[in-house]
């Protein structure tokens, strides 16, 4: 079988990676930038979803495509949801 | 003459027991495997993702009494409970990799360490829903009582219904994260026992990886759950 196995010290890494940037969300929470706290906290959790993704759930060497093919309609999906959604809602007070 | 699939899986299967013999080779099988997980992961981002849903509809409503509601929660606990998952995900990673290159007695001690990791968290999960019930921050209680006003307007008091919409939130979505907490744990506690008798090696550690899917989702929704419940609106 030709299974990719990554080394210790990749995971290691990850796993420092995600250390720091929990450390980074909690320091930037406590800074004020207006409407950008939440954009900067997302983006850092986002940042640390794909890396366990990619890295920790070995999706960057899956050799099929199928995989990727789900995760990404996941996504979609929930965009939709979520999307679709606050059009409703966050218009309701228009008229 | 060419070898037919059931000639090869014949062949196959005589090398690896854990062959079943409605698949080809074993690399169909786990491939199989791993997208049926794949597909469950898709129905749980789904599940979480109404939660999220209703979550953003009722903040984008009540944005102060949430902001307000939120910075009664203790940051200190979500950032240790935070390391603490992603240091379960680091010992699941390394259980699979000792799957793939046949360490058995190092899988087993990985696989126990997620167990303590995991409910170190559901007991740290515990001792903030202990502060909530002491509090009176407990939605439908009768004693529910936010003391707090509007962040910004100091002379803006919080609406109570509105804080326990927040509270409903927080109690509905981290509960659901630790229901799944314990079904991992759960899974974990059973994969250790196996691991134990030597059940995986090389050539099949399927149900070691899959629970390690499931494992890193759980701990993704609580990467987003950190930020949203406990850090968005602590700025002065």
Redesign the interface.
Known sequence: ?S?H??S?KL??A??LA??LG?GL??A??????GPF??IV??A??ST??VL??L???HVKYAH?K??KL??V???F??LI??AL??AD??TRLWS | MHTSPAAAANHEAHENPALLHHFATAEQQKDAASFGMWLFLVTEVMFFGGMFCAYLVYRYWYFGDFGAASQSLDIKWGAINTAVLICSSLTVALAVRCGQVGKQKAMVVNLVLTIVLGMAFLGIKAIEYKAKFDEHHIPGQASFHLEKSIPGHPDRPVNQQHAQVYFSLYFAMTGMHALHMIIGVGLFAFLTYKAWKGAYSPGYYTPVENAGLYWHFVDIVWIYLFPLLYLIDRHP
Do not use: C, D, G, H
């Open positions: 079988m299974e196995v990554s210790v995971y290691v990850i796993w995600l250390l929990t969300t909690v930037a929470a406590f800074v004020n930038l706290n939440t906290a997302l850092i959790a640390k979803a366990v993704v890295f920790f759930m099929e199928m995989t789900v995760i309609t996941a996504i999906f929930l949801l979520l959604s606050m809602y966050a």
